[in-house]
């Protein structure tokens, strides 16, 4: 950026670079819309007002203008896409900065695998900013691909757009003063850091708070949220695929919290951002439940951009970042042009920008301690009354249940009649030869099996099924795909999607992977009277820092107990 250049073009002494005229701007600053022409130079905004010439003038006619919209918290692993297929995908919706932990990446290939997306990122027509994951492993009730240290923290927090530390899941450690725990938050201070603590309230809360962690996106109920607001928590509201707060957070939002929230989506699936969006299909949603328009922008603009520190994101102002919307319908926020640092960079839902060639990066991460067999699938007990997770629709949360199961010849086997499933978690990162195993209610599979390499955060490989023979040889194709999703059904695999890059994305487009994975959604659903997204489902079975019950590889972990359960 030239300054003096800038700053004459505003005094209108220089010609703009590009006039965007007969504009009604949206001001995120004070929720009004006012009629104007915006000079860019370069990348930057410099002034708002009367200009009248330029190098380039394009007539918006009227069309409302607004900042790119912001998603202030993402695991992009969530979309299956590799970073550039990402930015294809959500670019043209309008979203021109991401804030990502990429911890799935990380609890398979470390500091690797973030540094994978750093490269890429320097080459897209949106800004992507890191947050250092906090919790690789989340726990120490799992077995993960490689840990994050104190010392990793820093180095990661050094690099390029590292803005702070990622969601600190491992609140019992917080809440208690675990020591490491502790480091890593010191190493992180002076900048953001986020929360996550599900149910924590109380003097708990005011432990984890005054810890220094800022946020949290884990509200389910509006009674948490009202008490983390009080406590002076900016509250991420959050509408993913599979984790749906919006509706019960949003009475929450009025003249004197609306500073103090923003939208994010968490984790959103391939097939979501292709038939809805990402961030701008949740400020739609807002808008359909009556929220005011103007306000709906500001929890997906200038909330996020001063959450975060971005100075230069977020509105439309001189010396501002020219990361520009234009839309022709405000209550249905139709996009059309979007304008990525002064450039056009798509239109019409189109992209008008070129992605490098995408060479396979880390790959070969899937390993499994051979042989694998049913024998190790076997779950003996010593009564007929044990522990089952039980989903809960729409919410990632789940129920510790105590049910009367299903003993044939001394052990334990799937009761479909009650939708009582087995699930095995298998180790695939050592090749140590864990084997977790437990039950599930909910997934109302009447026979086959699902499996796949996607199991939040450690991301071994998780299966549920009606048969141990189906389970494994689910298992012994995402091996053999080296990660993906499976389903399978009398032995034989009827549906997959391959996940090379670590077992967790793939390089192909947005609609070759839309696709595949809505291929595999219909053949679970063949397998009986399943739930919505349940690949999704599925792959939060694993994550031991989300109460009530989960399964790792090590075995049950009862989350409210923070222990494994003998």
């Not at 043209?92 to 695998?113: F, M, W």
């Not at 209550?331 to 042009?337: A, E, F, K, R, S």
């Not at 695939?428 to 030869?433: I, M």
Request: charged share 20%; aromatic share 4%; glycine share 8%.
């Amino acid at each position: 950026m030239n300054l003096a250049e800038l700053i004459s073009i505003a005094r209108g002494d220089s010609l703009p670079d590009l006039l965007l005229k007969n504009a009604r701007i949206i001001n995120t600053f004070i929720g009004e819309i006012e009629r104007g022409n915006v000079a860019i130079c370069g990348d930057r905004i410099a002034g708002i007002g009367d200009y009248k010439l330029a190098k380039e003038i394009i007539d918006l006619e009227g069309k409302y203008l607004s900042p790119g919209l912001i998603d202030g918290h993402i695991h992009i692993e969530s979309s299956m896409l590799h970073p550039a297929r990402y930015a294809q995908a959500v670019v043209p919706r309008g979203i021109l900065a991401s804030v990502t932990d990429l911890h799935e990446l990380a609890n398979v290939c470390g500091i690797q695998g973030i540094k994978f997306v750093t490269d890429w990122a320097q080459n897209l027509p949106m800004d992507i900013f890191f947050m250092a994951p906090s919790c690789v492993p989340s726990t120490s009730l799992e077995t993960s691909g490689a840990r994050i240290s104190v010392a990793e923290i820093k180095q990661i927090l050094a690099l390029q757009n590292a803005i702070g530390l990622g969601e600190m899941m491992n609140f019992p450690g917080v809440i208690s003063g675990d020591n490491e725990i502790l480091c890593k938050i010191s190493a992180a201070q002076g900048r953001i850091i986020d929360g996550h603590a599900p149910g924590v309230s109380g003097k708990k809360l005011n432990a984890y708070k005054a810890a220094g962690i800022l946020s949290d996106h884990e509200c389910t109920t509006s009674e948490e949220g009202k008490e983390k607001l009080k406590r002076g928590m900016y509250l991420m509201i959050r509408e993913g695929s599979s984790e749906k707060n919006l509706d019960t957070l949003l009475p929450l939002i009025n003249d004197n919290t609306y500073k103090r929230c923003f939208f994010v989506v968490d984790d959103r699936s391939c097939s979501d951002l292709l038939r809805e969006g990402d961030i701008d299909a949740v400020v739609r949603k807002a808008i359909n439940q009556r929220m005011e328009p103007i306000r709906a922008l500001q929890l997906a603009t200038i909330n996020t951009a001063e959450y975060f520190q971005l100075g230069d994101c977020g509105a439309i102002a001189p010396g501002y970042l020219a990361n520009l919307i234009t839309i022709t319908e405000l209550p249905t926020l139709n996009i059309d042009m979007v304008f990525y640092k002064g450039k056009l960079v798509a239109k019409q839902g189109k992209c008008l920008f070129p992605i490098p060639q995408i060479i396979p990066e880390l790959t070969n991460t899937v390993h499994i301690k051979k042989p694998l067999t049913i024998e190790q699938f076997k779950l003996t007990v010593n009564n007929e009354t044990q522990p089952v997770i039980e989903i809960i629709p729409g919410q990632i949360i789940t129920r510790k249940r105590l049910e009367k199961v299903k003993i044939e010849q001394g052990v334990v086997a799937p009761d479909i009649e009650n939708d009582i499933l087995k699930l095995v978690v298998v180790e695939r990162h050592k090749a140590s030869g864990n084997v977790g195993v437990g039950l599930v209610k909910g997934f109302g599979m009447k026979n086959g099996a699902l499996a796949s390499s996607i199991a939040h955060d450690s991301h071994n490989i998780i299966a549920v099924g009606t048969n141990d023979a189906d389970i494994l040889a689910a298992i012994k194709e995402i091996e053999n795909l080296q990660g993906g999703l499976v389903v399978c059904t009398a032995g034989e695999t009827i549906a997959s999607l391959p996940l090379p890059i670590a077992g967790l994305l793939s390089s192909e487009p947005l609609e070759t992977v839309v696709a595949q994975f809505e291929q595999v959604e219909k053949a679970a659903a063949s397998l009986g009277n399943l739930p919505p997204a349940p690949f999704s489902i599925l792959s939060f079975l694993a994550l031991p820092v989300i109460p009530e019950l989960r399964l790792t590889d090590l075995g049950l972990v009862d989350v409210t107990a923070f222990k494994l359960i003998e």
